[in-house]
């Protein structure tokens, strides 16, 4: 028994000896270790060409040398010669795959990088089963493996598109990147670096393309400004400048600016709710201008750098940001997020996501408890194996801005750019785009002088009853908001001293997003025998001195009842607010509402059905507590329209309610 295992233990020995009998450095022969030296020697006096020659001499004495193929390798490597590199490193595996077990992940690198993921995927698997693995190595390779494995399987993820150069107004022989583009696709925004200064330029859209780029007045300095994102209404500016002297809290910080009367007002710090000691930069502005989204590289986060996002009340203060809901932040870098003006799609760039290589651009849906969905990857060939940069989507959904430190061409193949960074666009594949988004553009005027008025917009997505943006117009009484599409939206608009105007949206059966509204808002005088002046008269004009002579009817556009029916909708409680807390302000204000229906039914039935319609508005009020001495109430059935009955809108217009002031 002893001598039968004897024998095994001899057998086992002689079995290892034979694997593992190669030439190292320190069993090589003589001859070949002096080639072996005399490489490395040229190899550190910058002497590669003449390095491999002693290299190959080495190996012709020691065929099985390892550590010489591991230094041609290395050479290799440096010179940008991939496919020579991974020959040496197969044949350093072939002899002894865990001799320098980091090698087998130094071979799949270069193999996922050169579009090889099948063969990298082996050497993956078998460097995490390697007897001795580096911690670090180990997490960069499941990453490596995970990105395989991706490509691999999603292979069929690839859309054709035809990046197209932005015009030479955009694009210079300067470097140009982080593109941003308005709501209503007027103004083109982005980031110049001229003779090593960063600065915020802007064109607009002409008949023929776009304009000459001009440089952001009253933002940019002599200092450095770049990563810009403004609001939807083009009056709110965040940005990223480094290293000022006089208010940053860290290397790089976000920094705000609002547009009123023409201009950008003072430059302020977002504080240090937002900002830390670390280095911020990247944000995106909601299309509200209320929720911002930026990278950040504080210590406390979850990797390099990570996503955060903060969100501002209505007197203007940001909260304190947090990392963003969901799966997006991972251990490696999260970066350029860009929030569609949807509110619901979120663009960004990782390397922590399984992908291409390098950063690769994700997209991410909100979901219903406010955390953000599982990422996708866009798909080849937006992502390469190269690090994509920022990443934008038009509002309308079908065109998507990016700058790349590569030239494109029209099939998508890369080769470096002669001018370092520029900014491209594509036709955004379908299954890529946003939640389709419409806009309300409107301006607010006095109805009698027709001057531009300073006035509260309010818009209330109807379902839930809830505000969906809200905002204050400047002297230009301009206001912007975006509408995402598959929702109703009631829309207010009020001024102390004002009757208010309503406006509805009823977008949740539309699925397009081509058609913008574009309105001219008449707020009406309360006449001024019945106006409350307001504790700050210097705030407002002074009423009209010429009162209403005739009953003008406001009409309640948000005001809703069941088919055939007199009892309101639940859609109906914002507006009928509205109009309680104008009575309520307005206490010598008397009304009359009045019912409307179109000329569909018997005449006696709308007649009928327009009194009760009126008088449910009356009960509600009287409910809430309004004397009903300062109301009244009627019906006029089909009898006073203001629109065609010949068509399903005109006859939607006649169906409504009103209000006139009476005596």
């Given at each position: 028994?002893?001598?039968?295992?004897?024998?095994?233990?001899?057998?086992?020995?002689?079995?290892?000896?034979?694997?593992q009998?190669?030439?190292?450095?320190?069993?090589?022969?003589?001859?070949?270790?002096?080639?072996?030296?005399?490489?490395?020697?040229?190899?550190?006096?910058?002497?590669?060409?003449?390095?491999?020659?002693?290299?190959?001499?080495a190996?012709?004495?020691?065929?099985?040398?390892?550590?010489?193929?591991?230094?041609?390798?290395?050479?290799?490597?440096?010179?940008?010669?991939?496919?020579?590199a991974?020959?040496?490193?197969?044949?350093?595996?072939?002899?002894?795959?865990?001799?320098?077990?980091?090698?087998?992940?130094?071979?799949?690198?270069?193999?996922?990088?050169?579009?090889?993921?099948?063969?990298?995927?082996?050497?993956?698997?078998?460097?995490?089963k390697?007897?001795?693995?580096?911690?670090?190595?180990?997490?960069?390779?499941?990453?490596?493996?995970?990105?395989?494995?991706?490509?691999?399987?999603?292979?069929?993820?690839?859309?054709?598109?035809?990046?197209?150069?932005?015009?030479?107004?955009?694009?210079?022989?300067?470097?140009?990147?982080?593109?941003?583009?308005?709501?209503?696709?007027?103004?083109?925004?982005?980031?110049?670096?001229?003779?090593?200064?960063?600065?915020?330029?802007?064109?607009?859209?002409?008949?023929?393309?776009?304009?000459?780029?001009?440089?952001?007045?009253?933002?940019?300095?002599?200092?450095?400004?770049?990563?810009?994102?403004?609001?939807?209404?083009?009056?709110?500016?965040?940005?990223?400048?480094?290293?000022?002297?006089?208010?940053?809290?860290?290397?790089?910080?976000?920094?705000?600016?609002?547009?009123?009367?023409?201009?950008?007002?003072?430059?302020?710090?977002?504080?240090?709710?937002?900002?830390?000691?670390?280095?911020?930069?990247?944000?995106?502005?909601?299309?509200?201008?209320?929720?911002?989204?930026?990278?950040?590289?504080?210590?406390?986060?979850?990797?390099?750098?990570?996503?955060?996002?903060s969100?501002?009340?209505?007197?203007?203060?940001?909260?304190?940001?947090?990392?963003?809901?969901?799966?997006?932040?991972?251990?490696?870098?999260?970066?350029?997020?860009?929030?569609?003006?949807?509110?619901?799609?979120?663009?960004?760039?990782?390397?922590?996501?399984?992908?291409?290589?390098?950063?690769?651009?994700?997209?991410?849906?909100?979901?219903?408890?406010g955390?953000?969905?599982?990422?996708?990857?866009?798909?080849?060939?937006i992502?390469?194996?190269?690090?994509?940069?920022?990443?934008?989507?038009?509002?309308?959904?079908?065109?998507?801005?990016?700058?790349?430190?590569?030239?494109?061409?029209?099939?998508?193949?890369?080769?470096?750019?002669?001018?370092?960074?520029?900014?491209?666009?594509?036709?955004?594949?379908?299954?890529?785009?946003?939640?389709?988004?419409?806009?309300?553009?409107?301006?607010?005027?006095?109805?009698e002088?027709?001057?531009p008025?300073?006035?509260?917009?309010?818009?209330?997505?109807?379902?839930?009853?809830?505000?969906?943006?809200?905002?204050?117009?400047?002297?230009?009484?301009?206001?912007?908001?975006c509408?995402?599409?598959?929702?109703?939206?009631?829309?207010?608009?009020?001024?102390?001293?004002?009757?208010?105007?309503?406006?509805?949206?009823?977008?949740?059966?539309?699925?397009?997003?081509?058609?913008?509204?574009?309105?001219?808002?008449?707020?009406?005088?309360?006449?001024?025998?019945?106006?409350?002046?307001?504790?700050?008269?210097?705030?407002?004009?002074?009423?009209?001195?010429?009162?209403?002579?005739k009953?003008?009817?406001?009409?309640?556009?948000?005001?809703?009842?069941?088919?055939?029916?007199?009892?309101?909708?639940?859609?109906?409680?914002?507006?009928?607010?509205?109009?309680?807390?104008?009575?309520?302000?307005?206490?010598?204000?008397?009304?009359?509402?009045?019912?409307?229906?179109?000329?569909?039914g018997?005449?006696?039935?709308?007649?009928?059905?327009?009194?009760k319609?009126?008088?449910?508005?009356?009960?509600?009020?009287?409910?809430?507590?309004?004397?009903?001495?300062?109301?009244?109430?009627?019906?006029?059935?089909?009898?006073?329209?203001?629109?065609?009955?010949?068509?399903?809108?005109?006859?939607?217009?006649?169906?409504?309610?009103?209000?006139?002031?009476?005596?």
């Amino acid at each position: 028994m002893r001598i039968i295992i004897c024998i095994f233990i001899l057998f086992a020995q002689s079995f290892t000896a034979s694997a593992q009998s190669y030439v190292t450095k320190k069993n090589a022969p003589k001859k070949a270790l002096k080639y072996y030296m005399k490489g490395k020697e040229l190899n550190r006096a910058n002497e590669a060409e003449k390095a491999l020659k002693e290299f190959d001499k080495a190996l012709r004495e020691a065929p099985d040398f390892i550590d010489v193929y591991i230094e041609k390798a290395a050479i290799k490597i440096t010179e940008g010669n991939d496919e020579g590199a991974e020959k040496e490193l197969e044949k350093v595996i072939g002899i002894d795959p865990y001799y320098k077990s980091k090698l087998l992940y130094s071979l799949a690198f270069l193999e996922q990088k050169n579009g090889k993921c099948k063969e990298a995927k082996v050497h993956l698997e078998q460097y995490l089963k390697a007897p001795k693995t580096n911690e670090t190595l180990v997490s960069k390779s499941k990453k490596l493996l995970a990105d395989c494995e991706f490509e691999l399987k999603a292979g069929a993820i690839k859309v054709d598109y035809d990046p197209i150069l932005m015009p030479k107004s955009i694009n210079t022989t300067n470097r140009e990147y982080f593109p941003s583009i308005s709501a209503d696709g007027q103004t083109f925004y982005f980031t110049r670096v001229t003779k090593g200064q960063e600065d915020i330029y802007f064109c607009k859209k002409t008949e023929t393309g776009w304009g000459e780029a001009q440089a952001l007045s009253n933002i940019n300095t002599p200092e450095n400004e770049a990563n810009q994102s403004i609001s939807a209404d083009g009056k709110t500016i965040i940005f990223t400048a480094c290293n000022r002297r006089d208010q940053g809290f860290g290397s790089c910080d976000l920094y705000i600016s609002q547009f009123r009367n023409g201009k950008w007002e003072e430059v302020k710090n977002m504080g240090a709710g937002i900002n830390s000691s670390a280095w911020e930069s990247q944000p995106s502005i909601s299309a509200d201008g209320k929720f911002l989204l930026f990278t950040s590289r504080r210590k406390n986060g979850k990797g390099k750098a990570d996503i955060y996002y903060s969100k501002s009340n209505r007197e203007g203060a940001w909260s304190v940001a947090k990392p963003i809901k969901g799966n997006i932040n991972t251990s490696g870098d999260e970066q350029t997020p860009f929030l569609h003006p949807d509110g619901q799609t979120l663009y960004f760039k990782s390397d922590g996501h399984p992908g291409f290589g390098g950063q690769d651009i994700f997209f991410s849906k909100k979901q219903k408890d406010g955390t953000w969905g599982e990422p996708k990857n866009i798909g080849a060939p937006i992502n390469t194996k190269a690090n994509e940069g920022s990443f934008v989507v038009s509002l309308d959904g079908k065109t998507a801005y990016f700058d790349s430190d590569m030239e494109l061409s029209e099939n998508g193949a890369e080769k470096p750019s002669k001018n370092l960074h520029e900014i491209y666009y594509i036709e955004l594949d379908e299954k890529l785009r946003p939640e389709p988004v419409t806009y309300v553009k409107a301006k607010v005027i006095d109805a009698e002088t027709k001057k531009p008025l300073v006035a509260n917009v309010d818009f209330m997505d109807l379902a839930i009853q809830k505000t969906h943006a809200y905002s204050t117009t400047d002297n230009s009484g301009e206001f912007l908001v975006c509408l995402p599409v598959g929702k109703d939206y009631g829309l207010n608009v009020s001024k102390p001293e004002y009757l208010f105007h309503s406006e509805n949206f009823a977008l949740k059966e539309r699925d397009d997003n081509n058609e913008p509204y574009e309105l001219i808002i008449e707020l009406k005088r309360i006449p001024k025998e019945i106006a409350v002046l307001s504790e700050k008269p210097n705030t407002i004009q002074k009423p009209s001195t010429k009162p209403l002579t005739k009953p003008t009817p406001i009409i309640l556009k948000n005001i809703f009842f069941a088919t055939g029916s007199a009892v309101l909708k639940d859609e109906s409680t914002g507006e009928l607010l509205k109009l309680y807390q104008l009575l309520n302000e307005t206490p010598k204000m008397k009304i009359q509402i009045n019912g409307h229906t179109d000329n569909v039914g018997s005449d006696p039935d709308n007649l009928a059905l327009s009194q009760k319609r009126a008088k449910s508005v009356y009960d509600y009020l009287i409910g809430k507590g309004i004397a009903a001495s300062r109301l009244k109430h009627e019906g006029f059935g089909k009898n006073q329209p203001i629109d065609t009955n010949e068509t399903k809108e005109g006859r939607q217009n006649n169906r409504r309610t009103e209000f006139i002031i009476i005596p």
